[in-house]
């Protein structure tokens, strides 16, 4: 496995690697890997075959953070992410800091205007312009005919496959279903900074929100979900909401798929879940 820190040395590198008739497959992560990203690395794994490769990048991308705060407490335990891909079989682990990745005076950004407004995108203003800014300087960069994301992350997912088909971005999206721990619990790097008490709490998220799409009505599976979620003292809603599983819109009625989606905040630590309604 190669580690390269640069946007110069991974392109040498990957012109080199496989030469060009091989598949390249991304995973673009922000490291404090755990078995959801192991999960992607097996799907990046079977897409890019026998001749192809596999290149995983670990970015903690500042301009998608939306508190200093959150930014400066997220885990980069490096040497164990590292490990992690050599025993996953990663070929190419790109792990640049800012400097290598935003020029100081960096005055582009890509932005999408639809499905990006609701849900994480306004509760955390920037935050998908900076997803959708490095996610498309990763491709671009690692050159990857494909890249894989967690379906954990429903409105990035949404959010990507909507700038690659509307800027003709020639990398297939492949999409991986959310693993939980054994209580339900969706995997998540964040998870690792959750005290024992409130990670005892926390799989109530999911439980709520499974219980509570059950239900017919709207009104009613919101109203419930709220509840389970507040039943606790240690979880404080950011927000709840029945979309449209396509438009990402709020719905009144259920008359198509919808997605029953929740961020909730344990202390200064946010978690994000969804269920889909069928
Ligand atoms: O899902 C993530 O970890 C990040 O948002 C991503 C896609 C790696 C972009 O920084």
């Given at each position: 496995m190669q580690v390269v820190a640069t946007g110069v040395e991974l392109r040498e590198l990957l012109m080199e690697y496989g030469g060009v008739a091989g598949r390249r497959v991304l995973v673009p992560t922000m490291g404090a890997l755990h078995h959801g990203h192991l999960e992607l690395v097996?799907?990046?794994?079977?897409?890019?075959?026998?001749?192809?490769?596999?290149?995983?990048?670990?970015?903690v991308n500042p301009i998608q953070f939306d508190r200093s705060d959150d930014l400066e407490a997220y885990p980069r335990p490096m040497a164990s992410d590292l490990e992690q891909c050599r025993a996953a079989g990663v070929d190419v682990v790109f792990a640049p800091?800012?400097?290598?990745?935003?020029?100081?005076?960096?005055?582009?950004?890509?932005?999408?205007?639809?499905?990006?407004?609701?849900?994480?995108?306004?509760?955390?203003?920037?935050?998908?312009?900076?997803?959708?800014?490095?996610?498309?300087?990763?491709f671009l960069l690692s050159g990857c005919h494909a890249a894989v994301f967690g379906e954990k992350d429903f409105q990035q997912l949404a959010v990507i496959r909507r700038m690659v088909r509307d800027l003709d971005v020639p990398v297939e999206i492949l999409a991986c279903p959310t693993v939980r721990e054994s209580d339900g619990l969706a995997m998540s790097s964040r998870n690792a900074r959750l005290t024992d008490k409130q990670r005892a709490d926390a799989p109530r998220i999911h439980r709520a929100l499974t219980d509570a799409m059950k239900l017919g009505g709207v009104a009613d599976i919101l109203a419930a979900a709220r509840a389970g979620i507040e039943a606790s003292p240690l979880a404080r809603i950011d927000y709840l909401e029945l979309v449209d599983a396509e438009t990402l819109q709020p719905v009144t009625t259920l008359t198509r798929p919808a997605v029953l989606a929740a961020a909730v905040f344990y202390g200064d630590v946010r978690l994000i879940d969804h269920v889909a309604v069928k």
């Open positions: 097996k799907r990046a794994r079977e897409a890019a075959g026998p001749a192809g490769s596999v290149v995983v990048s670990i970015f800091d800012a400097g290598a990745m935003y020029f100081s005076d960096r005055s582009v950004t890509v932005s999408e205007s639809l499905l990006s407004r609701g849900l994480c995108g306004a509760a955390r203003p920037g935050h998908f312009d900076g997803v959708c800014t490095v996610v498309l300087k990763l």
